[in-house]
Nanobody, 115 residues
Framework: QVQLVESGGGLVQPGGSLRLSCAASGDITSFYTVYWHRQAPGKQRQWIAVITSGGSTDYRDSVKGRFTISRDIAKNTVYLQMSRLKPEDTAVYYC?????????WGQGTQVTVSS
């Protein structure tokens, strides 16, 4: 089964940037819809960005214009470029790939935005 591994999280100051990576052990970019979700302490997990197998993208309003989802097909990797980060972006970020009954999740990576 395809496994997902997120990386790139860390501590960043407000206004800063980070790029998260979701590396797959198999081809997820050609056949799967890939989401980035996040879960802040005490809150429900929510999707924030999505990229379809055809390359279409969409974003939750709270990150639109600041975050960009992209992919490298050759590397089986999906990225989340985050800019103009705010303290309210602090959360564990998860990568999720879906196709039919397949629902794959990574282990998550912590992003903390604080001065």
């Amino acid at each position: 089964q395809v496994q997902l591994v997120e990386s790139g999280g860390g501590l960043v100051q407000p206004g800063g940037s980070l790029r998260l990576s979701c590396a797959a052990s198999g081809d997820i970019t050609s056949f799967y819809t890939v989401y980035w979700h996040r879960q802040a302490p005490g809150k429900q997990r929510q999707w924030i960005a999505v990229i379809t197998s055809g390359g279409s993208t969409d974003y939750r309003d709270s990150v639109k214009g600041r975050f960009t989802i992209s992919r490298d097909i050759a590397k089986n990797t999906v990225y989340l470029q985050m800019s103009r980060l705010k303290p309210e972006d602090t959360a564990v970020y998860y990568c999720n790939a879906g196709r039919g009954s397949d629902d794959l999740w990574g282990q998550g990576t912590q992003v903390t935005v604080s001065s």
